[in-house]
């Protein structure tokens, strides 16, 4: 167990509509990251906030956007889910300079 | 885009043998990390190893570095049936810290 727990764990949207994902981070920790995994591949970096500012945005529109609290618990929000949305979403926390922690994740279908 | 390639992209080998799995990459890093993920779930920290470092070991897991080549491997020795996974290698691709780019995986099936 990494501490990381993220909810929930299994969803199914329809296209077009909108989701948010939670984040608890490990104690302690910072940072937190999020990935999509789509299936047979690495993950892909989202986002990153640090002390509840966006620190660092990979490849994804702005359509993806996301939070994170002073506990530094986090959201991903997608708005306008597209099918090619459906994956696994993984969060993950560390401290600077430190390794990642990640999560169970959550696994979006997207119909 | 991802940065890191691993190959061989599927391993597969009898318990108790040894797997070795290498990982490339593109630009210059910060540090380098392995993860290990079983069957589409979370991904497990299992070593990081920075760019001054060469060689770093845990257990049954050695990592080198070679960042004049841009790449690493990942040994398992004396594989056992619970290793079956597929493992990730994951750039720090600053040094803002952790955000990782990751390769496509290897996937590590051990036979009992």
């Known amino acids: 167990e990494t501490g990381v727990t993220q909810s929930p764990t299994h969803l199914i949207k329809t296209r077009g509509q909108q989701v948010t994902l939670r984040c608890s981070s490990q104690s302690g920790h910072n940072t937190v990251s999020w990935y999509q995994q789509a299936l047979g591949q690495g993950p892909q970096f989202i986002f990153q906030?640090?002390?509840?500012?966006?620190?660092g945005r990979g490849n994804f529109p702005p359509r993806f956007s996301g939070l994170q609290f002073p506990n530094y618990s986090s959201e991903l929000n997608v708005n306008a889910l597209e099918l090619d949305d459906s994956a696994l979403y993984l969060c993950?926390?560390?401290?600077?300079?430190?390794?990642?922690?990640f999560g169970q994740g959550t696994r979006l279908t997207v119909v | 885009s991802q940065q890191g390639e691993e190959d061989p992209q599927a391993l597969s080998i009898q318990e108790g043998e040894n797997a070795t799995m290498n990982c490339s990459y593109k630009?210059?890093?910060?540090?380098l990390q392995w993860y290990r993920q079983n069957s589409g779930r979370g991904l497990v920290h299992l070593i990081l190893i920075r760019s001054n470092e060469r060689e770093k070991h845990s257990g049954r897991l050695r990592v080198t570095l070679d960042t004049s080549k841009k790449s690493s491997s990942l040994l398992i020795t004396a594989s056992r049936a619970a290793d079956t996974a597929s493992y990730f290698c994951a750039t720090d691709r600053d040094n803002a810290g952790n955000m990782l780019t990751f390769g496509g995986g290897t996937r590590l099936m051990v036979k009992p």
């Open positions: 906030y640090y002390r509840e500012e966006e620190n």
């Open positions: 993950a926390s560390s401290l600077v300079g430190s390794e990642a922690f």
């Open positions: 630009t210059s890093i910060n540090n």
